[in-house]
């Protein structure tokens, strides 16, 4: 069983930036990839950013390349999500999850989920 916890959100001007923390309880995480999805009001939770067990794959969604990054500190069971350049359109609750396979992007692949910590962009 992996127990996780995000943190670290909050509300923002756009063009801020935060950084999110999923910290986990167990001690195998460090064989867990990881992802990051979120889900605005009304809209379906969606894929933002993932890790794999070493650090080294990540992948991004479209809408923040260039703007979030993954990363993970596997000596401190936590993963990261550091956001720049934030936009209005990025506001919605931000998920943090851990999957056994080596990547994933979709979250039928994440067998553990965090509850959640809310990011609110104004404009």
């Known amino acids: 069983q992996v127990q996780l916890v995000e943190s670290g959100g909050g509300l923002v001007q756009a063009g801020g930036s935060l950084r999110l923390s999923c910290e986990a309880s167990?001690?195998?995480?460090?064989?867990?990839?990881v992802g990051w999805f979120r889900q605005a009001p009304g809209k379906e939770r969606e894929f933002v950013a993932a890790?794999?067990?070493?650090?080294?794959?990540?992948d991004y969604a479209d809408s923040v390349k260039g703007r979030f990054t993954i990363s993970r500190d596997n000596a401190k069971n936590t993963v990261y999500l550091r956001m720049n350049s934030l936009k209005p359109l990025d506001t919605a609750v931000y998920y943090c999850?851990?999957?056994?396979?080596?990547?994933?992007?979709?979250?039928?692949?994440?067998?553990?989920w965090g509850q959640g910590t809310q990011v609110t962009v104004s404009s």
């Open positions: 167990a001690r195998t995480f460090t064989s867990y990839a």
């Open positions: 999850a851990a999957s056994e396979l080596d990547i994933a992007t979709i979250d039928d692949a994440f067998g553990y």
């Open positions: 890790i794999n067990w070493s650090g080294g794959i990540t």
